[in-house]
């Protein structure tokens, strides 16, 4: 079964220097229809203005992912963390015990990211945080794994889910394999599921499936959230 949001149609909050679309509740906005997806419970569509962003500001208990789209993100946190991540990388930080961090978009362009806050399967962890470059090259049968719960990919959270990306070229045809239930992002570009057409910023909710059927119809840049279906948090 397939549900799909078009960008046009999610929440926005324009503040000036940032303009926010939302998949999910968040802040002002507020969807009692659209509060999370099994363990996901946050993906904004960031586009922050060159020279701004996020003042020091405090998280605790969430595995939160920055996946850049356009230009590049500077993190710095409390634990002594900092890291410049640019497009097409991907950095995560989890939470846990609680941490404060700035976001800000120190390039002489505006930065576009998706936001992806999943809820964790254990608490009170020691704060981390992590970034890293993934290839560039063209996907041809299967999206590079980015994050993981289970150690296999370069990049780790604390929940049993698996986030996938890459690009495709024009006329790809390719099946990503899923565990249990996904929220595919269109990043660039415009790609088919399932016959329908998602453009850049669209998403869709993928359930009751072992695969995503993906055909690029131009070249694209696409993500695979592949999320439990609840959020089981362990003490």
């Known amino acids: 079964m397939m549900k799909i949001y078009r960008y046009n149609e999610l929440g926005r909050a ?6 926010a679309r939302h998949h999910f509740s968040f802040a002002s906005y507020h969807n009692p229809e ?19 962003g996020f003042d020091t500001h405090p998280h605790q208990n969430m595995e939160i992912i920055t996946y850049v789209r356009q230009g590049a993100i500077t993190h710095r946190d409390s634990n002594g963390n900092t890291g410049r991540t640019t497009a097409g990388d991907v950095q995560v930080m989890s939470a846990g015990t609680g941490v404060q961090h700035s976001e800000f978009n120190l390039e002489d362009e505006d930065t576009n990211i998706f936001q992806i806050w999943i809820e964790p399967n254990r608490l009170d962890v020691k704060p981390t945080w992590d970034s890293y470059s993934f290839p560039k090259n063209p996907a041809e049968d299967r999206l590079d794994l980015l994050v993981s719960g289970d150690g296999s ?7 049993d889910a698996f986030i996938y990306g890459g690009n495709l070229n024009a006329g790809t045809q390719l099946a990503q394999p899923i ?8 990043s660039d570009g415009e790609v088919k599921i399932d016959g329908v057409a998602l453009r850049k ?9 072992s695969s995503v059927e993906f055909e690029a119809i131009s070249d694209a840049k696409v993500l695979v959230l592949d999320v439990p279906k609840t959020a089981v948090t362990l003490s």
């Open 14 to 19: 324009n503040h000036g220097w940032l303009d």
């Open 34 to 52: 659209r509060m999370r997806f099994g363990a996901l419970r946050v993906i904004n569509d960031d586009i922050i203005q060159a020279g701004t």
């Open 153 to 159: 990919a370069p990049l780790s959270i604390y929940q």
């Open 179 to 186: 565990k249990s239930q996904a929220y595919v992002l269109v």
């Open 201 to 209: 910023g669209d998403g869709a909710e993928i359930t009751d499936a």
